[in-house]
């Protein structure tokens, strides 16, 4: 099973700062890799595919990079709504495995 | 836009199976394009795919519960459902359908909290 590794565990910003999180698998996983964000109570929301494709609805300040094994989510200027926890995920090898995430709050 | 709802019952006793249903609207669950997957949360902790299920019955489980899992699915009632026998404390989790779509997992259940205790 591929282990993802997420940095930092928490990370402490202000409403309009960049936020730059990273992502390590233990083996390549090509671009296979998605980024979620989960409030509290509420399920995750697909947030990035394929390393750097947005989904459906995602605002533009939400953009993703990398390859093989190490990847960089990044909000380019945070909103109130964007304070949350933050999971990747590959799907390159089954079965998918999920990293410990995580979580941006305010400073 | 499809829907997902889980539903079962919230408290299951150690040594005993859970069962949870997946029922999917908006959209019919014998479309070829998706898969239908089950994931985990413990309380405070990460997710934990369980496995995911085809329309025709096809399925694959994550190898760390595989021995305890079972994923079924009912076209004709637009479901699929988990099985997941000899649960432990470890097992409490919310538990989440999903619709998995090239293995990323777009559409999600609002979850439904399972306990095990006696």
């Known amino acids: 099973e591929i282990v993802l590794t997420q940095s930092p565990a928490t990370l402490s910003l202000s409403p309009g700062e960049r936020a730059t999180l990273s992502c390590r698998a233990s083996?390549?996983?090509?671009?296979?890799l998605a980024w979620y964000q989960q409030k509290p109570g509420q399920a995750p929301r697909l947030l990035i595919y394929?390393?750097?494709n947005r989904a459906t609805g995602i605002p533009a300040r939400f953009s993703g990079s990398g390859s093989g094994t190490d990847f960089t989510l990044t909000i380019s200027s945070l909103e109130p709504e964007d304070f949350a926890v933050y999971y990747c995920q590959q799907r390159s090898n089954w079965p998918s495995s999920f990293g410990p995430g995580t979580k941006v709050d305010i400073k | 836009q499809v829907q997902l709802q889980e539903s079962g019952p919230g408290l299951v006793k150690p040594s005993q199976t859970l069962s949870l249903t997946c029922t999917v609207s908006g959209g019919s669950i014998s479309s070829g394009d998706y898969y239908w997957s089950w994931i985990r949360q413990p309380p405070g902790k990460g997710l934990e795919w369980i496995g995911y299920?085809?329309?025709?019955?096809?399925?694959y489980y994550n190898p760390s519960l595989k021995s305890r899992v079972t994923i079924s699915v009912d076209t004709s009632k637009n479901q699929f459902s988990l099985k997941l026998s000899s649960v432990t404390a470890a097992d409490t989790a919310v538990y989440y359908c999903a619709r998995d779509y090239r293995g990323y997992f777009q559409h999600w259940g609002q979850g439904t909290l399972v306990t095990v205790s006696s």
């Open positions: 299920i085809y329309y025709s019955g096809s399925t």
């Open positions: 394929d390393a750097s």
């Open positions: 083996q390549s996983v090509s671009s296979y």
